[in-house]
Nanobody, 120 residues
Framework: QVQLVESGGGRVQAGESLSLSCVAS????????MGWYRQVPGKQRELVAT???????NYTVSVKGRFTISRDNAKNTVYLRMNSLKPEDTAVYYC??????????????WGQGTQVTVSS
Protein backbone atom coordinates (compact mmCIF):
# COMPACT_ATOMS: atom_id res chain seq x y z
CA GLN A 1 0.00 0.00 0.00
CA VAL A 2 1.12 3.50 -0.83
CA GLN A 3 -0.17 6.58 0.94
CA LEU A 4 0.19 10.11 -0.37
CA VAL A 5 -0.46 12.98 2.00
CA GLU A 6 -0.69 16.55 0.71
CA SER A 7 -0.30 19.70 2.74
CA GLY A 8 -0.03 23.42 2.18
CA GLY A 9 -3.33 24.41 0.63
CA GLY A 10 -5.24 27.46 1.73
CA ARG A 11 -6.84 30.74 0.74
CA VAL A 12 -4.86 33.60 -0.78
CA GLN A 13 -5.41 36.77 -2.76
CA ALA A 14 -4.70 36.96 -6.46
CA GLY A 15 -1.00 37.55 -7.09
CA GLU A 16 0.13 35.81 -3.93
CA SER A 17 1.97 32.51 -3.58
CA LEU A 18 1.43 29.12 -2.02
CA SER A 19 3.51 25.99 -1.71
CA LEU A 20 2.17 22.46 -1.66
CA SER A 21 3.97 19.33 -0.57
CA CYS A 22 3.15 15.66 -0.81
CA VAL A 23 4.86 12.84 1.05
CA ALA A 24 4.67 9.22 -0.08
CA SER A 25 4.85 6.45 2.47
CA UNK A 26 4.17 2.73 2.61
CA UNK A 27 5.69 -0.30 0.99
CA UNK A 28 7.24 0.19 -2.44
CA UNK A 29 10.54 -0.35 -4.20
CA UNK A 30 10.76 3.04 -5.85
CA UNK A 31 8.75 5.99 -7.05
CA UNK A 32 8.55 6.87 -10.70
CA UNK A 33 6.87 9.99 -12.01
CA MET A 34 5.07 12.20 -9.53
CA GLY A 35 2.72 15.02 -10.26
CA TRP A 36 0.12 17.52 -9.27
CA TYR A 37 -3.38 17.58 -10.65
CA ARG A 38 -6.38 19.76 -9.91
CA GLN A 39 -10.11 19.53 -10.13
CA VAL A 40 -13.00 21.92 -9.83
CA PRO A 41 -16.60 20.80 -9.29
CA GLY A 42 -18.23 19.59 -12.47
CA LYS A 43 -14.99 19.28 -14.40
CA GLN A 44 -12.49 16.54 -15.02
CA ARG A 45 -9.27 16.36 -13.08
CA GLU A 46 -6.52 18.04 -15.07
CA LEU A 47 -2.76 17.74 -15.04
CA VAL A 48 -0.90 20.69 -13.56
CA ALA A 49 2.71 19.49 -13.54
CA THR A 50 4.70 16.28 -13.50
CA UNK A 51 8.27 15.38 -12.66
CA UNK A 52 10.21 12.21 -13.33
CA UNK A 53 12.57 10.59 -10.86
CA UNK A 54 15.47 12.15 -12.74
CA UNK A 55 13.94 15.62 -12.53
CA UNK A 56 12.44 16.18 -15.96
CA UNK A 57 9.37 18.37 -15.68
CA ASN A 58 6.23 19.05 -17.64
CA TYR A 59 3.63 21.77 -17.09
CA THR A 60 0.21 22.57 -18.41
CA VAL A 61 0.33 25.75 -20.47
CA SER A 62 -1.74 27.84 -18.07
CA VAL A 63 0.78 27.51 -15.22
CA LYS A 64 4.07 27.68 -17.13
CA GLY A 65 6.29 30.40 -15.72
CA ARG A 66 4.21 30.66 -12.53
CA PHE A 67 4.38 27.19 -10.97
CA THR A 68 7.45 25.10 -10.21
CA ILE A 69 7.40 21.40 -9.43
CA SER A 70 10.30 19.75 -7.64
CA ARG A 71 10.99 16.60 -5.68
CA ASP A 72 13.27 15.20 -3.02
CA ASN A 73 13.77 11.53 -3.77
CA ALA A 74 15.43 10.88 -0.42
CA LYS A 75 12.29 12.15 1.33
CA ASN A 76 9.78 10.65 -1.14
CA THR A 77 8.33 14.13 -1.43
CA VAL A 78 7.09 16.25 -4.30
CA TYR A 79 6.52 19.99 -4.07
CA LEU A 80 4.59 22.58 -6.03
CA ARG A 81 5.49 26.24 -5.69
CA MET A 82 2.71 28.42 -7.03
CA ASN A 83 3.43 32.07 -7.73
CA SER A 84 1.24 34.81 -9.17
CA LEU A 85 -1.88 32.87 -8.36
CA LYS A 86 -5.07 33.66 -10.23
CA PRO A 87 -8.70 33.05 -9.31
CA GLU A 88 -8.86 30.43 -12.05
CA ASP A 89 -6.24 28.41 -10.15
CA THR A 90 -8.87 27.73 -7.50
CA ALA A 91 -9.35 23.97 -7.24
CA VAL A 92 -8.68 20.90 -5.16
CA TYR A 93 -5.09 19.92 -5.85
CA TYR A 94 -4.18 16.24 -5.83
CA CYS A 95 -0.81 14.59 -5.66
CA UNK A 96 -0.26 11.54 -7.82
CA UNK A 97 2.59 9.06 -7.99
CA UNK A 98 3.50 5.99 -9.99
CA UNK A 99 5.18 3.54 -7.64
CA UNK A 100 6.98 0.26 -8.17
CA UNK A 101 5.41 -2.15 -5.70
CA UNK A 102 7.31 -5.26 -6.74
CA UNK A 103 9.09 -6.60 -9.78
CA UNK A 104 7.30 -5.19 -12.86
CA UNK A 105 4.28 -4.08 -10.82
CA UNK A 106 3.62 -0.37 -11.03
CA UNK A 107 0.62 1.31 -9.45
CA UNK A 108 -0.81 4.80 -9.56
CA UNK A 109 -1.69 6.31 -6.20
CA TRP A 110 -3.49 9.51 -5.24
CA GLY A 111 -3.59 11.76 -2.25
CA GLN A 112 -6.77 12.99 -0.61
CA GLY A 113 -6.49 16.46 -2.08
CA THR A 114 -5.93 19.91 -0.66
CA GLN A 115 -8.07 22.96 -1.39
CA VAL A 116 -6.50 26.04 -2.95
CA THR A 117 -8.71 29.11 -3.14
CA VAL A 118 -7.59 32.32 -4.85
CA SER A 119 -9.78 35.36 -4.41
CA SER A 120 -9.72 38.40 -6.63
Amino acid sequence: QVQLVESGGGRVQAGESLSLSCVASGTFLSIGPMGWYRQVPGKQRELVATITSSGSTNYTVSVKGRFTISRDNAKNTVYLRMNSLKPEDTAVYYCGANTLLSYATWRDSWGQGTQVTVSS
